[in-house]
Antibody, heavy 123, light 108 residues
């Protein structure tokens, strides 16, 4: 059974940093691209970032480019999101999502999702 | 950046057919994926590549895509289908993964 378990969310002040983690199990982690997708309270889905199976291809939404860094550790079956210079508008539930393929590209869609970790940016 | 437009809400009686549209410039040239999200739950992929269904998704869920509109069709709607539905595509722009704004399906 595929499982994606996010952690690391919490309340943080504007301008501070936070690191999210996603522990994956039930599939061959290093065969697939992985993504972060967020959802602000009461709002729709927003893609944040994606990383290919070998970290060779990485993409970011314009809204987080230069502030967030995605990474993965295939030996630990884990995905990460380092979030710096956080803003109030980054407040959201952050989902870890498994791509159906190995690359971040035109075929990307998400066949498994975690339950999310909540990030609240407020003073 | 590429924009996907969905109606905010669609209502349908049980047993009837619900159609949820997703509009975008020449969306027919792209692969469209659809997600179902029930309150308090993570999204679930229900249709991918315009019209394919993942294993475990009922045949009542189907999709089509042509011109400037993609459509998710839910036949014989059940109370359990009540949820938010999102379309998604990949675009070769600065924000490559695009979601529609979501449609709330209400079963009357």
């Amino acid at each position: 059974e595929v499982q994606l378990v996010e952690s690391g969310g919490g309340l943080v002040q504007p301008g501070r940093s936070l690191r999210l983690s996603c522990a994956a199990s039930g599939f061959t982690f290093d065969d697939y691209a992985m993504h972060w997708v967020r959802q602000a309270p009461g709002k729709g889905l927003e893609w944040v970032s994606g990383i290919s199976w070998n970290s060779g291809s990485i993409g970011y939404a314009d809204s987080v480019k230069g502030r967030f860094t995605i990474s993965r550790d295939n030996a630990k079956n884990s995905l990460y999101l380092q979030m710096n210079s956080l803003r109030a508008e980054d407040t959201a539930l952050y989902y870890c999502a498994k791509d159906r393929g190995s690359e971040v590209g035109s075929g990307s869609c998400y066949n498994y999702w975690g339950q999310g970790t909540l990030v609240t940016v407020s003073s | 950046s590429y924009v996907l437009t969905q109606p905010p809400s669609v209502s349908v009686a049980p047993g009837q057919t619900a159609r949820i549209t997703c509009g975008g410039n020449n969306i027919g040239s792209k692969s469209v994926h659809w997600y179902q999200q029930k309150p308090g739950q993570a999204p679930v992929l229900v249709v991918y590549d315009d019209s394919d269904r993942p294993s475990g998704i009922p045949e009542r869920f189907s999709g089509s895509n042509s011109g400037n509109t993609a459509t998710l069709t839910i036949s014989r709607v059940e109370a359990g289908d009540e949820a938010d539905y999102y379309c998604q595509v990949w675009d070769s722009s600065s924000d490559p993964v695009v979601f529609g704004g979501g449609t709330k399906l209400t079963v009357l």
